[in-house]
């Protein structure tokens, strides 16, 4: 719980929760399994808690509405004049609207299983404590600026990306498929949903997490200077150029 909240800056103070994890942790399965159902857990007791009204400027995006979000971003950076910083290359943007076609497809077999709700959108290594005081490993999640309104499923497939990312290798089977069970198996008791149904689910999400970190920087452009802008720049390309590999 936070010891001391500043809403003005949007900081907050917490007790000494520990060093967050570490390289060795993220390449680790047990360790791996162990953040999965922290991760389930917190979400399942959010699950219908949060009124969303009450959180101004918190992104809300439907999965079916992700393509045409998609469509709409790139329009908009097309538009923006040559030597701007977030101009991408013309193949991206062309991909882009090939790729918004993907995300119609593929998220039109997402249900209302899994009801929309607080989706983390920053889940690694860096923004997970690792408390081990006690002698127990005591996970607790930080940092929930990128987070928004979607399907909570695609925050374990952000944390599934920043695994590989952080370990530089692909995840060797069967481990992606053991996490995968150990998230869902949390999920299964919260919602006594048909499993297969949430398998099928998990699935689907997948093709969202860039979709989501690349809305929950775009809604920042408006605010950023100049230097800004050009110093992080390269962010907001990066997320548009992976939503683009969609389209193959």
Not at 2 to 24: F, I, Q, S
Not at 181 to 188: C, I, K, N
Request: contains cysteine; charged residues 25%.
């Amino acid at each position: 719980m936070p010891v001391a909240v500043d809403r003005e800056r949007g900081w907050l103070l917490t007790d000494d929760c520990g060093a967050t994890l570490t390289h060795p942790d993220v390449a680790d399965q047990p360790t791996r399994c162990a953040v999965v159902r922290a991760l389930a857990r917190l979400q399942c007791a959010l699950l219908g808690r949060l009124d969303r009204t009450e959180h101004d400027g918190m992104v809300v995006l439907e999965p079916t509405a992700a393509g045409e979000r998609v469509r709409a971003i790139a329009r908009e950076s097309a538009a923006l004049p040559d030597g701007h910083p977030l101009l991408p290359e013309p193949d991206v943007l062309e991909r882009a609207e090939l790729a918004a076609d993907v995300l119609d497809r593929r998220t039109a077999s997402l249900s209302d299983t899994v009801p929309l709700d607080l989706e983390l959108n920053d889940v690694y290594a860096a923004n997970v404590f690792a408390d081990r005081s006690t002698g127990t490993l005591r996970l607790r999640f930080f940092d929930f600026g990128n987070a928004m309104w979607g399907h909570p499923f695609v925050s374990l497939h952000g944390f599934l990306d920043s695994v590989e990312e952080w370990t530089r290798a692909p995840l060797p089977r069967p481990e992606p498929e053991a996490l995968c069970d150990a998230y869902l198996a949390v999920w299964q008791d919260q919602l006594d949903a048909d499993p297969q149904r949430l398998r099928e689910e998990l699935a689907a999400a997948e093709v969202l997490v860039w979709v989501h970190r690349l809305v929950a920087w775009v809604r920042l452009i408006p605010h950023a200077d100049a230097l800004e802008l050009r110093t992080r720049a390269e962010v907001p390309r990066k997320y548009l150029a992976r939503v683009a590999a969609l389209a193959g």
